[in-house]
Each structure stands twice: as C-alpha cells, then as structure tokens.
C-alpha cells in the first residue's frame, strides 16, 4: 500500500475532473437545486410583505416598522414614485404620512391615510401591512384596542419549508459529488480498460479505491460547505461544521467506492443507484414532513451523518448534540470496510474472466 | 547459464468450463524474444494474462524474474511492461499526460515522455488528446506505454495490429532495441514475417497446447518443404511442375525439365512460417 501512488491517482482524477460531465454535473447541481427550490418554495412560503413608505415628517409609525422583522420597508421621497412602484408590484403597498400626521392624530383629529395595495400582491400581505398600520396608528394616538386579543397558534409551528429543504439539497450535493462521482470513475476506469493498465503496474487495488473515496470525500466536502453558504445555514461553529460536513463526505464517499467496486459497468451502477437512491434519500423527507414519526428517519444510514449538519448549521447545536450520531455513522463506515474489500477481490476476477 | 527471465511449467487456465490454456510450459531468457503464434483463441492472450497476474493459472508454476507472479508483487510489477491487446488508454488526457501519469507510478521522476513518444513517431501529436488519434496511432501508444519504465521483461500482443508496412518495421526495430538492452520479451503476432524477423524461438499454440517450440531455423528444416518450381512452356500455355529437394528422383526430374528447353523460370521454394503453422495447427491464418 503506497500513499504515493494513491495520490497520484487522486491528481490524476480531479486533474480530469473538468474534462468530465459527471464531474461538472457534481459542481452545478447544488447552486442549481438551490436555485431552482428557493425560487419555487422560497418565494412562495416566505417572502415578506413589501411596504414602501413616503415619510414627510418623522413619524413614530415609520420607526415602529423599521423594528419589524416581518416586514420589508421601503422608503421613499416622492408619492409618485410609490405609486408606480406599488402597481409595478415592487411592494405589495405603500402609505404617505405627512408631515404634520403623527400631531393631528394626537389631538384627536382624524387626518386622511392613504393606504395604496397593488393589485397583484398576496391577499395574505395586503392584511398583514393594514392591520399592521392600523394598529401602529392607534399606538400613536396612545389609545387601547377596543378589544382584547388572544393570540392562539393554529397548525405547524416550525421552520419554514426554505430551511426544511437545506437536508434535501444538502443530500443530492453529498450524493452526487461524494457517491456517484467516485462511483462513475471507478466504472470507466473498468469499462475503457484502464484499470488493468494500472493493476499490472505496481498499483494495488486498494490504492485506486482509496484515490475514488478520497476524490469523493474532497469534491463532497466543498460541495456540501458550498450548499450550506448558498442556502445561508452555515451555524455558528466554523470547527464543529468542518467536522460534520467531513464526516457525511467521507461516508457517502464510502458507499460510493461500494457502488462502484460493486458494478461491472454503467448499466448495473445505475441500477444499482435507482435501487439504493430511495434508501439514501429517504431520511430527508423527514425533515420536509416533521409530523412523520421521526424515529423511522433513524433506521436508514444516511440519517447519522445529515442529522449532525441539520443540527450544527441549521439549528446551531453543539458537540452534545451531534457526538453519538457521529459515533453511528463511523460504525457504520467501519461495517462497509469489509464488504469492500470482497467487492474488490470480486472487481478484479471480474475484470478478465467469468 | 542465466536464469530465465520468464519460467512457465505445465499451467493451466478455464473459462469456467471451457480449458483455454491446457498445460503448457517454456523459458524465456533475458534479452530473448519468444514469437507466440497460434489461430484465433489459441490461448495465446489467456497466457499474457495469467503471466502479468490479471489472472491466476489454475494449476502450474509461472515465474517472473525468479518470482510467482501470482503473489501480485510490486517489485516484480515495476520490473514489467504490458502492450494489451484491447486499448486501453485515458482517452480525455493527451499522449504525453498518458505517459507522464503511468511513469508517476512506477516512481519515475523524468520520464521523457515525448523522447519516447518520439521512438513510436507520435512527438508531435504529444499535447493532443488521444480521443483525437488514429487508431494506429493509438496502438503506438499502447507500444509506447509499455516501454515507460524499461522493463526487464515485455508482454507485447500483438503490437503492430493494425499499423501500416513502415510504422511497423519500425516498431519491429524498437522492439529488437529492447531485447537489444536486455529485455525478455513475449510477443503475440499474427503475421508470421514478423514471427520470423523478431523472434528468436517460436512457438506454436494450437488450441491451448505447445505444438511447436523453436528457432525458426529449425522449425523450417524440420518441418518444411524444400522443393524448386519450373515453369515450363507447353504448347501455347504455361505448365507449372513442383520438384522436391531432397526426394531420390529429384534429380532426374530436374534435369529433365531442363534438358527439354522450355523452361522459363525456376525458383527455389523456401519453406515458411505460415506453411509450418498450416501444418500445425490444419488450418490457415485467421485473422
Ligand atoms: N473473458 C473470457 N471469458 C470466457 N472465455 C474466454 C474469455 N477470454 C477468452 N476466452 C476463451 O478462451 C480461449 C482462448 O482465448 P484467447 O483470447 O487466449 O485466444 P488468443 O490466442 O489470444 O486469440 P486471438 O488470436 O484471437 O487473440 C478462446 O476459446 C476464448 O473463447
Ligand atoms: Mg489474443
């Protein structure tokens, strides 16, 4: 076993890299999965009411709003240009206050607010910015509400579904850059012969198997840190990432080497990748579904190494959170170390002979 | 006498129930070249196989430079070079990338990957991918890979398929160059002027077994023809009589067929190689 020549394998596979579609594929794929679910779910489930203000004055309404969370505000000099934005549909409304707005409603005059809504906005919007405004107007003017108001959470409380689909994302950048890359490579490698070519050299097998999980592990790693970026889910413990995002690398580079000392040629790998996929997938629904009962999520492999970056980088957990998950996934990769080393004595009869 | 730096005794090989290769045995020495020659699916690429450890001889003994090749040994594995029947070169990667890439892993700092690309004529198509190669041009490569780390012992199969009349006498030189500097070289061919030019000893394989093994001198004497043929004038035709050499009458027929005054032409008949490997193997060349 010589580090030297694996890692000349290893230069010499990602020097091929971009002279390689699958390769590339395993770059593209997470910015534009990320794309793709962000403008689909993102926009529809959480953007946030758009409200342009015309400020004449100082007014407290305008302070109040720029606390909001909730709410994108807009300021603007001129009425006109409010309005065409609010019917260009650049805010779902706008309001003017005038100067002398917050003294009349004060004094208990009852000055004129002009709300415009655009047309197109979300119904949901447009009664969020007006009860919003009114109430913020009777603030102002220091009265109570004429009613009380018991707040009640009706339905799921929970993440919403751009954060929930972060594992999603996540998995297809593992599984690609980490699994299926290591896995195609081997497979050429047998299917143009040259994996002969290098086993009759002073090549062992294990060296080439290790240069694929270590392509797979080095290509996951960046492309899984670079889903997170994109996606905005980077936690607060740079270490602790590095250590979880590794971790899932290295194993899904693992069942990557698997699956390629396992197939013959293309044909069974992509077989062999349909069949598994649903397997190595299926976690992730979990986390898209949190009303499922989570503890199946834990019955499939993949679960112990995604659970460890949702809880790191999305959810900001610690080393307590995420040790004994960890702990299982390594079992796990140390079980398949001995499986593929069969699959490798069976590669290489295979190579020549029935 | 020096050791062989190829020994095989009695090995054997299946494809599952078909023999290919059914107990054959012979030596090659150091800076020898021993011609394989045999019809399609002889076993002669079976052999190459089992002798670079692609696959392991059911039964037998095959030694490389004193060792079992079966114990998948690197030191033996640095000392070998292997021209396969099948291409199989980085096709993405240009010429001189394929070279450079293999002598990395044989530890060879500067290789001279284009002073070796320039023995097989492919300098100046060093930097262009090998997708964009001809396919003799690819089997130049595959000649050109085998020689990256001056192997003491060469497998070649069949190298000059398919290369035209100058690029394989040219091969054929750098070849001998080789065996020239010491190698032990097992080569495959099916053109039997080949056989004849480079080898050494040959020997013949019919059908996984040995039928013939040695020099091509001997091979000739002991199993070929040696006759003359007479073209004579006859009448407004052309008759053509075959007179053997070493026959009690030949003689006399000789001198008959002179002594009539219509003969045109007479050329001594040199047995061949490929008259050799018909009578071997009951069969002409295949492929
Ligand atoms: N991978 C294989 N699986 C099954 N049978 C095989 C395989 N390779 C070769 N054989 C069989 O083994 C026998 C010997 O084949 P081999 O390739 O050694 O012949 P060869 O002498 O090299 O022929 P050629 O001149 O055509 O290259 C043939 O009968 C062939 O059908
Ligand atoms: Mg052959």
């Known amino acids: ?354 | 006498m020096t050791d062989a730096a190829i020994k095989v005794e009695d090995i054997t090989y299946s494809y599952g129930d078909l023999q290919a290769v059914k107990g054959i045995s012979f030596e090659v020495q150091p800076g020898e070249i021993l011609g394989f020659l045999g019809p399609n699916g002889a076993g002669k690429s079976t052999t190459i196989k089992m002798l670079t450890g692609q696959i392991a001889p059911k039964s037998g003994l095959a030694q490389i430079l004193g060792k079992d090749i079966t114990l998948d040994d690197p030191d033996i594995q640095a000392r070998i070079g292997v021209c396969f029947e099948e291409k199989n070169l980085y096709l993405s990667m240009s010429g001189k990338e394929n070279l450079d890439f293999y002598a990395s892993l044989y530890g060879i700092k500067d290789a001279g990957s284009v002073e070796i690309l320039r023995r097989v004529g492919l300098a100046d198509r060093a930097k262009d991918r090998v997708k964009t190669y001809s396919k003799g041009m690819r089997q130049r490569m595959m000649i050109s890979r085998a020689f990256i780390n001056s192997p003491d012992v060469l497998f070649l199969d069949e190298p000059t398929d398919g290369l035209d009349p100058v690029t394989s006498a040219s091969i054929r030189n750098t070849i001998k160059e080789e065996a020239g500097r010491g190698a032990a070289v097992l080569l495959t061919t099916h053109d039997m002027f080949e056989a004849d030019e480079l080898s050494n000893r040959v020997a013949f394989l019919n059908d996984g077994v040995i039928v013939a093994l040695d020099t091509p001198e001997n091979l000739k004497l002991k199993y070929g023809k040696r006759s003359v043929k007479i073209r004579l004038r006859d009448g407004a035709g052309v008759r053509e009589e075959t007179v053997a050499l070493d026959a009690p009458e030949s003689g006399e027929l000789i001198k008959a067929a002179v002594g009539s005054g219509e003969v045109l032409t007479i050329h001594t008949e040199e047995a061949t190689l490929e008259d050799i490997f018909i009578k071997m193997t009951g069969r002409g060349l295949a492929g």
């Open chain 1, 1 to 354: 076993m010589s580090l030297t020549r694996m890692f000349k394998i290893f230069r010499k596979d990602l020097a091929l890299g971009p002279r390689s579609p699958i390769f590339m594929w395993a770059i593209i794929l997470p910015f534009a999965l990320t794309f793709i679910l962000q403008v689909a779910f993102g926009s529809l489930f959480s953007a946030k009411p758009r409200l342009a203000i015309v400020d004449q004055g100082a007014s407290e309404i305008t302070a109040s709003i720029k606390q909001m969370d909730g709410i994108e505000l807009t300021l603007l000099d001129s009425a006109d240009e409010m309005r065409a934005g609010v019917e260009a549909n650049d805010f779902d409304a706008g309001l003017v206050l005038s100067s002398g707005f917050d003294a009349a409603v004060k004094s208990g005059d009852k000055p004129l607010l002009d709300l415009y809504i655009g047309g197109e906005s979300l119904a949901s919007n447009r009664i969020i910015l007006s009860v919003t405004t009114l109430d913020l107007v009777r603030q102002v003017e220091d009265s109570a509400p004429p009613v009380d108001v018991r707040v009640e959470n009706f339905g799921n409380e929970g993440l919403p579904i751009s954060v929930r689909l972060v594992p999603v994302i996540m998995m297809y950048a593992l599984f690609i850059a980490g699994a299926f890359v290591p896995a195609s490579s081997l497979v050429e490698e047998k299917e143009n012969g040259t994996l002969s070519a290098l086993l009759v050299s002073p090549v062992k097998a294990s060296e080439v198997l290790l240069a694929k999980g270590l392509l797979g592990t080095t290509l996951a790693f960046v492309m899984a840190f670079m889903t997170l970026f994109l996606n905005d889910a980077l936690g607060g413990q740079p270490f602790l990432l590095v250590v979880v995002v590794l971790a899932a690398a290295a194993f899904s580079s693992v069942l990557g080497v698997a699956i390629g000392a396992a197939s013959r040629d293309s044909a069974s790998m992509f077989t062999l990748v349909k069949g598994s996929g649903i397997f190595l997938f299926a976690p992730v629904a979990f986390y898209l579904f949190p009303e499922w009962p989570q503890w199946i999520a834990k019955l499939f492999p993949t679960y112990w190494t995604i659970d460890p970056i949702w809880q790191v980088a999305v959810l900001g957990k610690g080393f307590d959170a995420v040790w004994l998950d960890l702990l299982v996934a390594l079992a796990i990769a140390l079980a398949l170390i001995p499986l593929i080393r069969l699959l490798s004595i069976r590669m290489q009869r295979k190579l020549v002979a029935e």
